[in-house]
């Protein structure tokens, strides 16, 4: 696709910038008056003590309603990634995409939410490429505290963007691959218009720790104590989740899951 004089190469947040979750992306291409976009992530956030009586809070797309879409594709399978697609994709009708354990995640939200039968899911390999319009997306392996986490590099007529989706750099990750710095670097070397990047503490000055560390962590202090132990943690941390088991294991004990959410992501 050969770039035009009006075409601009925009992003668009309609949630989850500088806000924890919600995470809602717009990528968009063309003139103006005829733009096409490129969504990545639908997700929810969680209500607290100021939103007395809300549990979830979804983003407001309702930009998007008429506009050309090319397709949803999203980064990975927590909560503030996918969880607002059962409230939202009627709003939006695009096809979905995803790597194959995001995808198993999201058909068990759109059966629960009736709408499976209506929603086009498209399965992409770790590493894959796809091809919407005008935007070139190539899935980059991440590591992150659930299996396949993706950032996604979009390019265009215009240049390219690196979207990290959520990430961190862990030489011991528990389950997934290393961060593909390999792909990142040559992305670097080709040139980069921006890298939108998600990342809670990038702020905070030092460096975060691996979760194998937690991991040995974990099993020192487990297999110090008596009696029940009652671990508190997101059924969406799948490293977590398999780093108290495997302690517990090596402690000679069982685990027990409490919650719908530890049986389906288990």
């Known amino acids: 696709m050969k770039k035009q004089a009006d075409d601009e190469f925009v992003f668009l947040p309609l949630g989850g910038s500088g806000e924890i979750g919600m995470n809602l992306n717009l990528y968009g291409y063309g003139p103006e008056r005829d733009r096409q976009w490129l969504i990545v992530d639908v997700g929810v956030t969680f209500g607290d003590l100021s939103t007395p009586g809300v549990d979830v809070i979804v983003p407001d797309p309702a930009f998007l309603e008429g506009e050309k879409i090319r397709g949803i594709v999203l980064t990975h399978a927590h909560e503030d990634h996918i969880g607002a697609l059962g409230w939202l994709w009627t709003r939006m009708k695009a096809p979905l995409y995803a790597t194959p354990f995001t995808a198993y995640l999201i058909r068990e939200k759109l059966r629960e939410a ?39 590099a979009i390019k265009t007529p215009l240049g390219t963007v690196l979207h990290t989706g959520d990430w961190k750099i862990d030489d011991d990750p528990v389950i997934g691959e290393v961060t593909d710095a390999k792909a990142i670097t040559q992305l670097g070397d080709d040139g980069v218009l921006a890298m939108v990047c998600d990342s809670t503490n990038v702020f905070v000055e030092g460096s975060a720790g691996s979760e194998g560390g937690v991991r040995e962590a974990l ?48």
């Open 114 to 152: 009736g709408i499976l039968d209506q929603v086009e899911l498209i399965e992409v390999p770790l590493g894959g490429s796809i091809n919407l319009g005008p935007f070139d997306v190539t899935f980059v392996t991440m590591t992150h505290s659930i299996a396949e986490p993706n950032g996604l």
């Open 219 to 266: 099993s020192e202090l487990i297999g110090g104590l008596k009696g029940r132990i009652a671990v508190g943690c997101f059924a969406s941390n799948v490293a977590r989740m398999d780093s108290v088991i495997r302690a517990a294991e090596a402690a000679g004990r069982r685990v027990s899951l409490a919650g719908r959410s530890m049986h389906r992501i288990t």
